[in-house]
């Protein structure tokens, strides 16, 4: 079971094998809570809310369009349970770089994104300081950026995910890189 | 350029899940399919049971007055009253006795009595999913 694909899995689920559910959850367990980690930013709640995810996962499983791709459908539900989330703790997010305005002034007094200087792979401590550093932006910027690169969706997929047009994420994922480059820099 | 970005977000480690996530997982979909079971299946199935008998009661008052009436059971008397003459003319008596049965009532009273197992069946069905235990591996 462990070689179906995600839709053999949906199709063996919705046909009453029950323990196909059971492999599809655990297949995408880790990536899923990833994203909701990162997104929310702590441990405890990223837990309670990626149990949220896969359960409206569960209850929409005979709506899902087998058509469409199941990575992006289940990631889309992830960030709407995490906006859903911060809605009701009435979390304010923002990022320290940006006015309520959306303008953004880091990435705006930056014209160019040039290529990272070898250095800053090199520290030893580049894991603890890019954490950090991810922190400050935007959940919009840290998503797409943790969407691309390690989770590696295209971004076609990650539109998808998170229902928005291409150029936006293409835009939001160059801003995203300006202002870690800045952020890495300083 | 975005070679080195790839090679920047490989340093970042994938934050691990709990060890018993995947369980409390499974563990929140049996509930919510329990507090599902509970909130619609089990009492439709019980209202449909109750019902069902509801009915079963007055479709067996009319089998039992439509046999009265037809004669039904005046017919099936013979056999013990006078067996040799039925068993001279078996066929005609058989065909008596059908013709004399109160079908439409009987099939009334059939289907009340088959909603009613039915009903019974799926709810004691969803009943053992409710007091199913819970996973605990």
Redesign the interface.
Known sequence: MADYSDEQLIKDYLEGNKQTLEVLIGRYLKPIYGFVYRYLGDAHNAEDVTQDVFVKIWRNLKKFDRDKNFKTWIFTIAKNTCLDFLKKKRTVVFSEYETEDGENYLADNIADLSPLPPEILERTDIAQMLSAVMQKLSPEHRVVLFLHYNDHLTFREIAEALEEPIHTVKSRHRRALIMLRKLLDT | ?LT??????A????????ED??N???N??YL?RRLWTLKWRLPSFAIGFIGSIMAAVPAFQVVHSALAESGFAQFLSLIFSDPREVLAYWDSFIIMLLESLPAISIVVFLVTIFAMLESLKYAVRDFRVVLSPLKTN
């Open positions: 350029m080195n970005y790839e090679k920047l977000f340093h970042l480690p994938m934050p691990e899940p709990p996530l995947l409390k997982v499974m929140r979909i919510e």
